[in-house]
């Protein structure tokens, strides 16, 4: 984005939802804030457009880190991490602080747009059950499902799950060494519509294999 949004596209991206980051306006200014990549529209009916990570940023950001500098260029937050834009699941041992305001604003809206999804594609609406979208794209969906639960994903430096696929079919492992975040990692799966068995490997080690619940 080489110039910062008009006083009322920022009235519109200051308006979201800050639960889904849903946001309404004129179609003309969505349409732009579309093209900023500032903002989504649904492809489904009723094509609401919600904010994306980027536009979240620039929501969050002070009044005067939104000024134009010389040239017509906006700099970004001081704060603001490199990215394109694009949202991540987390599948343990990336780089970087495990949780945020902003990650967890990111994570949230991933996750409501996510049953979205199930709720449009399932013949009977149903959230509750993984959708064909999900079990083309386990292990991060497995990790979004984990994330939106807040189960920490492991870092660098911290422990906690890390979710790795299997040679078998619709399956994927989660390990997580403290038993007890690896029981809150299997609730959060049932949660979420995943079947979970727990394991243990020939060194003892334990882990959990999930698969996406198809009824």
Do not use: N
Request: overall charge positive; some cysteine; glycine content about 8%.
């Amino acid at each position: 984005m080489t110039r910062p949004p008009t006083a009322a596209q920022r009235r519109i991206i200051d308006a979201a939802d800050p639960q889904t980051g849903r946001i309404s306006g004129g179609a003309a200014q969505l349409a732009r804030l579309v093209a900023l990549k500032l903002a989504f529209r649904h492809p489904r009916p009723p094509h609401e457009h919600f904010l994306t990570p980027a536009g979240h940023r620039v929501r969050e950001a002070p009044p005067e880190a939104a000024a134009p500098a010389p040239g017509g260029v906006v700099p970004p937050p001081p704060s603001a991490p490199s990215s394109t834009g694009v949202f991540t699941a987390r599948l343990g041992g990336e780089p970087g602080p495990v949780s945020s305001p902003a990650r967890t604003r990111e994570v949230r809206t991933a996750w409501q747009g996510l049953l979205e999804i199930r709720r449009m594609t399932s013949p009977d609406g149903a959230t509750d059950r993984p959708c064909a979208w999900e079990r083309g794209r386990l292990a991060h969906a497995a990790a979004l499902a984990l994330e939106a639960a807040g189960c920490p994903p492991a870092s660098t430096t911290e422990p906690g799950y890390r979710v790795t696929e299997t040679p078998q079919p619709e399956a994927v492992a989660v390990h997580d060494p403290d038993p007890t975040a690896r029981t809150a990692c299997a609730t959060a799966l049932r949660q979420a519509g995943w079947q979970v068995s727990e394991h243990a490997r020939p060194r003892g080690d334990r882990y959990l294999l999930a698969s996406p619940r198809r009824a």
